[in-house]
């Protein structure tokens, strides 16, 4: 089994700062990949960024490219993601996700095997 918690979501102004973070448990965390989704009022969850075990394969939604940054540290077991510039449309539940396919950087919900609880971004303009 593994346990994902979110953390580092809020309140912030359009053009603001936040950073998320994952904290893994349970498996060995550091040999699958790990996603970010979001899922806004009304709206499919959807893809942000997914990064490989080493972080040697990084993937981004186009809209967030150049504004967040995925990053992990798998001696914390934690994955970490950076956005900047942000923007009333980023306004979301954002999900941490693990993939348990080897080698595999999904971009699709069905690819993830294991979720957090999400935790709340919003973007005010």
């Known amino acids: 089994q593994v346990q994902l918690v979110e953390s580092g979501g809020g309140l912030v102004q359009a053009g603001g700062s936040l950073r998320l973070s994952c904290a893994a448990s349970?498996?060995?965390?550091?040999?699958?990949?790990l996603g970010w989704f979001r899922q806004a009022p009304g709206k499919e969850r959807e893809f942000v960024a997914a990064i490989s075990r080493i972080g040697g394969s990084i993937r981004y939604l186009d809209s967030v490219k150049g504004r967040f940054t995925i990053s992990r540290d798998n001696a914390k077991n934690t994955v970490y993601l950076q956005m900047n510039s942000l923007k009333p449309e980023d306004t979301a539940v954002y999900y941490c996700?693990?993939?348990?396919?080897?080698?595999?950087?999904?971009?699709?919900?069905?690819?993830?095997?294991?979720w957090g609880q999400g935790t709340q971004v919003t973007v005010s303009s």
């Open positions: 349970g498996r060995t965390v550091s040999m699958y990949s």
């Open positions: 996700a693990l993939e348990t396919a080897l080698g595999r950087v999904g971009i699709s919900r069905s690819d993830y095997d294991y």
